[in-house]
């Protein structure tokens, strides 16, 4: 109950200090209330919440989405350290595993406190804990820190990743680096046209200052008319932003001090840098040559803009071969098998108190009798869900004490999954001998934290109890999504918590079976709801975030080519126009049309292929480096550098072909006729 005095938690209804102060009472959040109470103010009604009735304290205002701390009911803790008694642990200090939110006094040094509480468990305990060969600390870990940086088992919800946010801002600051790219090399092009411009000027009395401040003033006012138009674009595409990263960003929420301060700088910035050199070379033309037309800079300008279009396709290669790349692990994870059958595996969910051991067999048969239905099994949970996470450890060995994923299973469960079995035996019911008391089947895994030499070595032993030996050991599989390394795991027969009941079932006639599972479901338990899933659908969810990223990474990436083509496209006009003259002279001596279009993109195409040298082992770094996140991922073939460095290629030569072939189709007179 003291959750409501370290953390801001605006009370509707309920006394924030009476709150939770009684075992079995509820606070729930104003959603909640309005869902199951209407308007009315619920405070002391009761809740039935999963098998057990609990007062409702109070209600808050539901969280925000900015807290990791997103829960709809908050239960007296009381309650949890009832329940453990009932499992015999009467010492919490050994079975709680739990948060607590500490408010540090002002000038408390966090590590010093650290220090001090570090050894609280084992103290507490009477040294139970180590005695069994478990090291129990408590450690600080900043709010602020647990979104991004936590990567803990039990965390209050996923966080999110840390290396996400560093792969698009560095994708931000390298579309912003395109543009500022872009307005270098046009405003280099142009400078030969501004050249009498500039001499006019200095003949007239303008120093060197004023014209840099001239030109990069132009640059300033470009730059912020851009940033009212990106506003305007972010208030259009905001509700497709939020809806491609499934986000709830609004106008509030970026309309800060703070953001339209940082915006101004990063503007003010990229003008200056952008507008830098254009200044400076154009401020530094001589009056005198310049109205001559003497001025010899060309050479100097053509290294310049061969920089920037290398420049800006490598940069471009590297965003496709990282979108190619991510896609290609995306679709690894998702079609990768994961070590058991999730193809036609519908799943139906129960209240956990609605079945028992006496009829779990008798609700399993009534819903495999049907056609469609091609297996069936019980099981605590299924991949991809909750399960328990236990100390457990061998009869002959109590200190080799190790933290294993367990949950419960019928003896069809290692059959309909299809798990593959290296040593021993599944449980067979025809043996008489196994139970839920007796025996457990480890993965390979399980059997590795145990340390023992090898599946054989592991049937040898038998796990915190005599009477509960090791009778077989399956392959390893996935329990969780690719993104994670596989866990130990230990399961063990069925004795309560029958919580899914897994169909293998034919789809044909998909939407007819699930009705007759409804009306089935009906029919057995009156007043509950039907609640199921695909197993491949939901095991799948595990990669939402990858697919979202993948999805909002495409799009910065073609957004990126689009201002790299604009720039080349731009450049090619540029660059064409100034060779009209040769190109009439050229058509006249007898060049062909293909000659002239050849002429014009060859030294584009040979920028593109230096450019593709440079990108190749940059992207290659970098998607390595980003790609070791992944416990399991896909091989970087050079076949996809290739793809990406071919389709900048083809870009780039359909950009610069359209000029070119228009100024190779040109009539020849237009452009000699006032020679």
């Known amino acids: 109950n003291t959750l409501f005095k370290i953390l801001d938690i605006p009370f509707i209804h309920g006394n924030p200090d009476k709150a939770l102060t009684r075992p079995k009472t509820v606070v729930i959040t104003e959603s909640i209330s309005k869902k199951y109470f209407g308007n009315i103010n619920p405070v002391g009604e009761v809740l039935l919440l999963d098998t057990t009735a609990y007062e409702v304290d109070g209600v808050i205002k539901d969280f925000p989405k900015n807290t990791h701390l997103k829960k709809d009911f908050l239960i007296c803790f009381q309650s949890s350290l009832d329940r453990m008694r009932e499992f015999g642990i009467t010492n919490p200090w050994r079975g709680v595993n739990c948060m607590n939110y500490v408010k540090l006094r002002e000038g408390t040094d966090p590590f ?57 801002t560095a994708i931000g600051v390298l579309i912003l680096l395109l543009a500022s790219l872009n307005y270098m090399n046009l405003m280099t092009a142009r400078s030969s046209n501004r050249s009498n411009e500039v001499g006019v000027r200095k003949v007239v009395g303008a120093n060197k200052s004023q014209l840099i401040s001239q030109f990069i003033g132009e640059s300033v006012v470009t730059t912020f008319i851009s940033v009212v138009l990106a506003l305007l674009f972010v208030i259009f595409l905001l509700p ?204 390979e895994s399980a059997v590795k934290a145990f340390g023992w030499k090898s599946n054989e070595e592991a049937l040898k032993h038998s796990i915190n109890r005599a009477s509960a030996p090791v009778i077989g050991v399956v392959k390893d599989f996935h329990l969780k999504g690719l993104q994670s390394k596989i866990e130990p795991l230990a399961v063990f027969l069925i004795q309560e918590d029958f919580r899914y009941l897994t169909l293998k079932v034919d789809t044909e006639n998909i939407s007819q079976f699930i009705q007759f599972m409804k009306e089935k479901h009906a029919n057995l338990f009156p007043g509950y709801l039907f609640d199921y899933f695909f197993l491949d659908d939901d095991f799948n969810k595990q990669y939402k975030s990858e697919e979202n990223t993948a999805s909002l990474l495409s ?121």
């Open 240 to 443: 497709f932003f939020n809806k491609l990263t499934e986000l709830e960003f609004n106008l509030t929420s970026l309309i800060k001090p703070e953001i339209i301060f940082g915006l101004f700088l990063i503007s003010l910035f990229i003008s200056i840098i952008a507008g830098s050199y254009p200044a400076f070379l154009l401020s530094g033309f001589k009056p005198i040559s310049i109205l001559k037309g003497t001025t010899n800079r060309g050479s100097q300008k053509i290294l310049l803009r061969k920089v920037l279009v290398i420049s800006q396709f490598a940069i471009s290669i590297v965003l496709i071969i990282g979108v190619l790349l991510f896609y290609r692990q995306v679709n690894y994870m998702k079609n990768q098998y994961p070590g058991f059958d999730k193809e036609q595996k519908l799943i139906i969910e129960f209240d956990r108190s609605i079945i028992n051991p006496n009829s779990f067999e008798t609700v399993k048969h009534e819903f495999a009798d049907h056609p469609a239905v091609l297996g069936s099994t019980f099981s605590s949970s299924v991949p991809g869900r909750w399960m328990y996470f236990w100390h457990l450890h061998p009869v002959d060995d109590d200190k080799n004490d190790q933290m294993i994923n367990c949950f419960q299973v019928d003896y069809d469960f290692i059959k309909e999954y299809n798990l593959e079995i290296l040593s021993g035996r599944q449980f067979m019911k025809e043996s008489g001998i196994d139970n839920y008391d007796r025996g457990w089947i480890l993965n």
């Open 112 to 168: 010093k406190f650290e220090t001090k509480i570090k050894n609280l468990p084992e103290k507490y305990s009477g040294n139970s804990i180590s005695k069994n060969g478990v090291l129990s600390t408590l450690f600080l870990q900043p709010i602020t820190d647990i979104h991004l940086y936590s990567d803990l088992n039990w965390e209050v919800e996923p966080g999110g990743n840390s290396t996400y946010i560093l792969v698009f």
């Open 555 to 675: 799009t910065f990436t073609a957004l990126g080519i689009m201002i790299a083509v604009l720039g080349l496209f731009g450049l090619a006009a540029f660059l064409t126009e100034k060779r009209t003259k040769e190109i009439g002279i050229r058509k006249v001596l007898g060049a062909s049309i293909y000659k002239i279009v050849f002429l014009l993109i060859k030294e584009f195409l040979r920028l593109v292929i230096l450019a593709n040298l440079i990108a190749w082992p940059v992207a290659y770094y970098l998607t390595d480096k980003w790609f070791r996140d992944f416990a399991y991922r896909t091989e970087i073939s050079i076949w996809l550098f290739v793809l990406s460095g071919s389709i900048a290629l083809l870009i780039a030569l359909l950009t610069v072909s359209f000029q070119a072939i228009k100024a190779a189709t040109a009539n020849p007179v237009e452009s000699l006729k006032y020679e």
